[in-house]
């Protein structure tokens, strides 16, 4: 392999050199919508962390007292006053940390043998590669697929040393224009192209048909199918399960005013573990799930780890690669519960009206209701065959007149969709996380400027 050192006369060939704090965190927190968060190794004030603040007049003066200083790092991705999985607040990149002496041409080489884009900027770590897939601001609903294309791109350079723990969103990477310590290096990089990749982009790219174009001569079924390939990639999988527990999780929460009732708090902490176990590092779970137990139950500190050690042995487990058989099939090691049974755990302490907020923690009957009532609303031709006086109280047509220009079950998604706009979140984000295509995003979010 060739040298992983990029050297200032090789990054010369691209756009822009990477080689000061102020140009790595432009990079990444364009249009800044949360809070980065710096930290400093072994800080002689001992002010190792910093929160840099949307619009905050003193980010220049920070960053530019940390020009050659020793192991400083800094968070991809913004939040709303810490970096945990539930405060994230807008997705910037996906990264994966090659720790080996494979050089980016390597990187290039082996992404181009796999048909998968190459990343938008490197860094030179000092003893490997950072390397960045810039993303549109993401809010925090698409997680789940943010995840899987993290996984993905780790499994893929996985030959050159991708390391697997660098894989939550939560994640520190060296910052550029530091020192790494252990030998000295400086921490360089190059922007490759720069380009900032939508969320259906970079999924369909990375875990839908793996970059394979459509020919001169496709017909509409050939678009169709991309289109369809694109939906599948974004669509449901284990990770946004268990992002959908976790918020039912909170929510259940916040209705006890962030206070879970006694004789429940356990099982409330061991499933947060179960749910975060697919977004975290096992290195993460047992300060994440300590966070946990300090804003929502009155537990001993003791018993955190409790509620942690089971999910943090299975999820050492997963990232070991250890499998499990589980309904006849070799799978991951991190814990799977039936949608019953996570409601038979929570059923005493949700509410009844509580109860249609929630998404994954519901009865087996409930969701059964939800579904029927969907494949009613995608069918209007099955409809069609009924008589005509029963088209007003059954499946979408019972909800299809509001005189307000959209159905009264879409109506939630409407006002989700308009809080998005208002955030200043593009038309195709927000189709992607209302389920809607953008012609309707325009329409309902016509009047937010």
């Not at 990639?233 to 005013?257: C, E, K, P, T």
């Not at 356990?266 to 799930?289: R, Y």
């Not at 929502?296 to 780890?305: A, E, F, N, V």
Request: hydrophobic letters at 35%; proline letters at 5%.
């Amino acid at each position: 392999m060739r040298s992983a050192r990029l050297s200032h006369t090789a990054l010369g060939q691209f756009a822009l050199d990477l080689d000061c704090p102020q140009t790595h965190f432009d990079l990444l927190h364009h249009d800044q919508r949360g809070m980065a968060i710096l930290w400093q190794r072994g800080d002689a004030s001992g002010n190792r962390w910093v929160k840099l603040r949307p619009n905050d007049p003193a980010i220049p003066d920070i960053l530019r007292a940390r020009e050659g200083i020793g192991d400083t790092y800094i968070t991809p991705n913004e939040f709303d006053g810490w970096r945990a999985i539930r405060l994230l607040r807008s997705l910037r990149a996906n990264y994966v940390d090659i720790d080996s002496q494979a050089s980016l041409y390597d990187v290039l080489d082996l992404l181009a043998t796999q048909r998968m884009p190459g990343p938008s900027a490197v860094l030179q770590s000092g003893r490997g590669l950072h390397l960045y897939w810039l993303l549109e601001s993401l809010p925090p609903q698409t997680l789940p697929v943010w995840q899987r294309i993290q996984d993905a791109l780790i499994r893929a350079l996985a030959p050159l040393g991708a390391d697997p723990a660098a894989k939550d969103c939560t994640r520190l990477l060296r910052l550029s224009g530091t020192r790494n310590t252990k030998n000295g290096e400086e921490v360089i990089g190059c922007v490759l192209d720069g380009h900032r990749w939508s969320l259906r982009q970079l999924a369909f790219e990375v875990l839908g048909t793996e970059g394979r174009g459509i020919r001169p001569t496709a017909t509409v079924r050939d678009l169709r199918a991309k289109r369809q390939a694109q939906d599948r990639a974004m669509q449901g999988s284990i990770y946004a399960r268990w992002h959908l527990v976790f918020q039912d999780l909170m929510r259940i929460s916040n209705h006890h005013h962030h206070a879970i009732p006694k004789g429940h708090r356990d099982k409330w902490l061991f499933l947060c573990g179960s749910a975060l176990s697919w977004f975290t590092h096992p290195q993460g779970i047992e300060a994440e799930i300590a966070s946990l137990g300090r804003l929502h139950t009155d537990l001993d500190p003791s018993d955190y780890k409790d509620a942690s050690t089971p999910n943090l042995k299975r999820a050492l487990d997963a990232a070991a690669g250890k499998k499990m058989t589980w309904q006849g099939q070799s799978v991951d090691a991190r814990y799977r519960f039936r949608r019953q049974t996570l409601y038979d755990w929570m059923q005493p302490i949700i509410p009844a009206d509580l109860l249609p907020s929630l998404r994954a923690i519901i009865p087996d009957g409930l969701a059964s209701e939800r579904r029927t009532e969907r494949e009613a609303a995608r069918s209007p031709a099955r409809e069609k065959t009924r008589a005509p006086r029963n088209r007003a109280i059954e499946g979408r047509y019972a909800t299809n007149y509001t005189k307000t220009g959209v159905r009264s079950d879409n109506q939630e998604k409407r006002a989700q969709a308009q809080a998005m706009r208002a955030q200043g979140l593009s038309t195709r984000d927000i189709a992607v996380v209302c389920g809607v295509g953008k012609s309707t995003v325009d329409r309902w979010c016509k009047s937010v400027p």
